[in-house]
T-cell receptor
């Protein structure tokens, strides 16, 4: 069965304290792994797409990496404005659409 | 700045009433999705369309939910009759394919009393 699991469910960091969020997936025929950011009361905002193992993408303090079984979203020296829920989704498998994980809620305290 | 728009942003209604939510996808996008988000279940796919044709609506309760695309610039999601368990945030998203990047609207927060 195709599925996406994100961990941890919640993460509290101090400003400047780097960490990583995990997205584990099982899907036959990966056609892309997507990271989104969601702020309270808003729709998910697209961050990155990764297509093959070894691929990396960066945006400001965020870097996404991909292996054959999981993806990491590394946050370097986070700031309070990085606080949000981060969603991971995969495309491919038996379903013709994206499968979303339940997200990691990140809180960054000043 | 192309964006997906949704109306209304908030809706409070009583059980049994009809609810209609509307979505305008990004111009040029041929695939439109409807999702429901709750704290317990996260994001659930309800239905999606490609080139205005429904491809999958297996996530929708068929007896009360219906989704349509009257034209390329409008997608609708209707609930009739609404029930308290339908209370959630409903998102529309659009893209260029079912497994390509999806761009989400701001959502409709539905409360059924």
């Amino acid at each position: 069965e195709d599925q996406v699991t994100q961990s941890p469910e919640a993460l509290r960091l101090q400003e400047g304290e780097s960490s990583s969020l995990n997205c584990s997936y099982t899907v036959s025929g990966l056609r892309g792994l997507f990271w989104y950011r969601q702020d309270p009361g808003k729709g998910p905002e697209f961050l990155f797409t990764l297509y093959s193992a070894g691929e990396e993408k960066e945006k400001e303090r965020l870097k996404a990496t991909l292996t054959k079984k999981e993806s990491f979203l590394h946050i370097t020296a986070p700031k309070p404005e990085d606080s949000a829920t981060y969603l991971c989704a995969v495309g491919g498998g038996s379903q013709g659409n994206l499968i979303f994980g339940k997200g990691t809620k990140l809180s960054v305290k000043p | 700045d192309a964006r997906v728009t949704q109306t209304p942003r908030h809706k409070v209604t009583e059980m049994g009433q009809e609810v209609t939510m509307r979505c305008q996808p990004i111009l040029g996008h041929n695939t439109v999705f409807w999702y429901r988000q709750t704290m317990m279940q996260g994001l659930e796919l309800l239905a999606y369309f490609r080139n205005r044709a429904p491809l999958d609506d297996s996530g929708m309760p068929k007896d009360r939910f219906s989704a349509e695309m009257p034209d390329a610039t409008l997608a609708t999601l209707k609930i009739q009759p609404s029930e308290p368990r339908d209370s959630a945030v409903y998102f529309c998203a659009s893209g260029l394919g079912s497994t390509d990047t999806q761009y989400f609207g701001p959502g409709t927060r539905l409360t059924v009393l």
